[in-house]
């Protein structure tokens, strides 16, 4: 009875081992896969930290083995990124996805990251212009310009105040193109403003005729508010007094002739005879007679 159990329990035992390898292999298998099939394909990683503007050289990129499913868009050539401009930051070993690279022939620099579509504005800034360095390549300002429109008594109103864009991206800030990852302040005298061709007309002229103050702004607030300007008197609770409406000009009236005992009284000639002497008189014709 005895070795009748002991023989049940060693096949059970024998039985369970076996199974248990087959799942064992079969997990295994189905694990190591992947990543065996994985090694076979290559991606081109960033060999250093890449910043906007920068164009590629062979020596900034390395193809690696990559483990696992590649990222879509990822470049797996390196002759399909060398002498392209960089539009976004590229931090080393990072995958190089193909839409973080200008086209091929768009070149490196600030140009090759402006939209189709759109311009580049150079606004000259100070430091209170400028929001005392606070300006960074990415964010979003409102532009407000100041002056004495043509056509207005300034003695009235005086200098005039309005908002002439809103959620104007900043493109870049000096002579930088990307952002400052500290998140320390940079003076800047020129910022770069992303403008459609008829905002940078306003901004040319505005920059230009008036003074120009940038307003920062969250780049999550991309509502366009109805502004109406305000105005020195406004500013100090004078009421604006409006310039009076031109009265059409009357006709001129005809000058009327003096008064009848002013006017100059008509003069007859009388002949006298007086025997055969003749003279003239002048005599006054009044009433017509």
């Known amino acids: 009875m005895n070795r009748r159990l002991l023989g049940v329990f060693g096949f059970a035992l024998a039985v369970a081992g076996f199974t248990s390898f087959l799942v064992y292999r079969l997990i295994i298998s189905h694990v190591q896969a992947p990543a065996m099939a994985s090694k076979t394909h290559k991606v081109v990683v960033a060999a250093r930290d890449l910043q906007v503007g920068a164009l590629i050289h062979d020596y900034d990129v390395q193809e690696i083995a990559w483990l696992g499913s590649i990222p879509s868009h990822a470049v797996t050539n390196r002759q399909d990124v060398i002498g392209r401009g960089v539009l976004a930051p590229i931090y080393e070993k990072e995958p190089i996805l193909d839409g973080r690279l200008a086209p091929k022939g768009a070149g490196a620099g600030l140009a090759a990251t402006i939209p189709f579509g759109k311009r580049a504005v150079a606004l000259r800034v100070n430091d209170v212009v400028g929001l005392a360095g606070f300006v960074l390549p990415g964010m979003r300002v409102d532009v407000l310009v100041a002056g004495n429109p043509p056509g207005t008594d300034r003695s009235s109103t005086g200098t005039l105040s309005r908002t002439a864009l809103q959620n104007i991206e900043v493109l870049s800030a000096g002579q930088k193109i990307e952002r400052n990852i500290d998140g320390k302040p940079q003076t800047a005298q020129v910022v ?18 008036a003074k120009v103050q940038l307003v920062l702004r969250n780049p999550l607030d991309t509502k366009q508010e109805v502004t109406h300007g305000t105005s020195v008197a406004s500013l100090f609770g004078v009421p604006e007094t409006k310039p009076a409406a031109p009265q059409p000009a009357r006709p001129a009236r005809p000058v009327r002739q003096a008064a009848a005992a002013h006017r100059k009284p008509d003069v007859g000639t009388v002949e006298v005879f007086n025997g055969v002497k003749r003279t003239e008189q002048e005599i006054e014709i009044s009433g017509g007679n």
């Open 192 to 209: 770069n403003l992303l403008v459609t061709p008829d905002q940078a007309e306003v901004l040319n002229l505005a920059s230009t005729e």
